[in-house]
């Protein structure tokens, strides 16, 4: 394992169900178990899975200052937001390009917690906050493990009064197993699923009680590497895996615009003032690659980095594949030229294999989003 400077209070449990704990953010983090990640996949798809996301940056924005500085710093319109409301959003450098992605927690009237991915978002909020009036607290004593999947809600109903009536991309204050927990209805699944975000001195009598008491109900634990099947699926993308910075320009410097993502519905309506604004409207209709779906032949997994050909030439570049064995389909994200990004255009993948395929518009699964919105 590569050194890591933040520690999980679940390490220990993570090395007896066989990880060997990968750096992932600074965290020792549990990639894979010595279980199948299809097990796991299934898990989450069908009844529930429990995973351990605390290498996620979580980060206290307090002060008069937060929401301006928020809202500059995000594409999202930040004054919508009322204590116990969250968003997902993009964050812009100065020439519109994508950095990182985050979720914005309303905690109180001038309180925000944002949870950042792996990109560079974190280091330029720290940077615009000198001069405000806004502490920024990295807060490494809260945990966050992601309960994930149709029978989530279902067995937090028997432990949380009124769970069922938490609305997508809402929190709530709360207590579970006796413990203070902030509960909020998001995952990065494509299911419907909860984030329990919780004390350090309280993760691990909550992930042990989960998953026995749980264990009726399915849920299983799930190692990292199963997000990567579910993401596919549900075309949920992993920075800086589908992007530039891991698959680059020939002539270029990295970099991707919303558009080109897929990411810009991430924008506020009407909203036209944040960092790196002015670049990403001008980008609009310039898009030098689209984000794409590949349905391949065959129960094989396409690797990262296998090419994708049409019409005698390369037209694209898979970032991410994944067999499932409950539909029995090898799917793929990729990074596809633009005349080719139409679904059923018949293509043909090489690389770790070399298989049929035809162009798919994504998700694969739940296009319509109407297993991680549902109701009651």
Known sequence: MATSW???????????LGSN?????????AWTYNTDLAASHE???????????????????VGPHAESLLDYATTRDISKLYPGKSVYASMLNESGKFIDDCIVYRTGPNAFMVVHGAGTGYEMLIRSAQGRQVAVLFDDDMHDISLQGPAAVDFLAEHVEGIRDLPYFHHTQTRLFGCPVMISRTGYTGERGYEIFCKTADVGLLWDTILEKGASFGIIPCAFMALDMLRVESSLLFFPDDNSETFAFEDEPAGDTLWELGLDFTVSKDKTEFRGATEHFRLKNKERFKIFGVL????????????????????????????????????????????????GKVLEVKGSLNVPAIAHNLPFDDPDKKKRTVKG
């Not at 704990?21 to 983090?29: A, Y």
């Not at 898990?43 to 924005?61: E, F, Q």
């Open 6 to 16: 933040r520690y999980s209070a679940l390490a220990e449990r993570h090395r007896q």
């Open 21 to 29: 704990l990968e750096d992932w953010n600074g965290m020792g983090t």
């Open 43 to 61: 898990a989450i798809r069908t009844k529930a899975g429990l995973m351990d996301v605390s290498g996620l940056k979580k980060v206290h924005y």
């Open 296 to 343: 391949l032949e065959g129960s094989t997994a396409s690797q990262a980095g296998d090419t994708v050909w049409a019409d005698g030439k390369q037209v694209g570049l898979i970032t991410c594949g994944m067999y499932s064995g409950l539909t029995k389909k090898s799917m793929a994200i990729a990074r596809f030229d633009i005349d080719y990004a139409e679904q």
